[in-house]
């Protein structure tokens, strides 16, 4: 076993920074490879996925021996050129769920964003309330001190 802490820095350097500098470097060439920018975008969609369930994942089962390791393991064979597995996994499992749930999901996506707007306008709205009461209650404790400095002056 590598030990907890080398195993996320590797996990942090193989599958998100050199994943991203690659993903760069295909965004960046003057050759730009369909195939390539394709590769990198399905690699980025798994790893969001992944990324959801390890959430659910890792404290359930991350108590298991090599499981650091494998995780390892995994995100080298989605993106290593020899095996390519960003491909496989993409195509036979995820492309399939996603081609058959979308309106579904876009349906939960568009109501998720609707009832965000309307959260975020609520609290837009009670934050300039907020923010109005407390501008005026200063502007009237400034008003109340100017004026009794007044009558003060004028005793």
């Known amino acids: 076993m590598l030990g907890s802490i080398l195993t ?5 350097v193989l599958g998100y920074v050199y994943p991203a500098y690659e993903c760069y470097k295909t965004v960046e060439k003057h050759d730009l490879s369909i195939d390539q920018l394709k590769f990198w975008c ?15 994942g890792d404290n359930i089962i991350s108590w298991l021996p090599l499981y650091g390791e494998a995780k ?6 989605l993106w ?5 597995g960003t491909v496989y996994v993409y195509g036979s499992f995820l492309k399939l769920y996603l081609v058959k749930h ?3 999901i876009d349906l939960k996506l568009q109501k998720m964003r609707n009832e965000a707007g309307m959260i975020a306008t609520l609290v837009l709205q009670k934050a300039l309330s907020y923010g109005q009461s407390r501008f005026f209650e200063v502007l009237q404790y400034v008003s109340s001190q100017s004026n009794q400095q007044f009558s003060e002056k004028g005793k």
């Open 8 to 12: 996320r820095v590797l996990l942090i």
């Open 72 to 77: 390892i393991g995994l995100v080298l064979y």
């Open 42 to 56: 399905q690699y980025w969609i798994l790893v969001a996925v992944l990324t959801l369930f390890e959430r659910v």
């Open 80 to 84: 290593h050129p020899k095996t390519r």
């Open 102 to 104: 979308e309106k579904e």
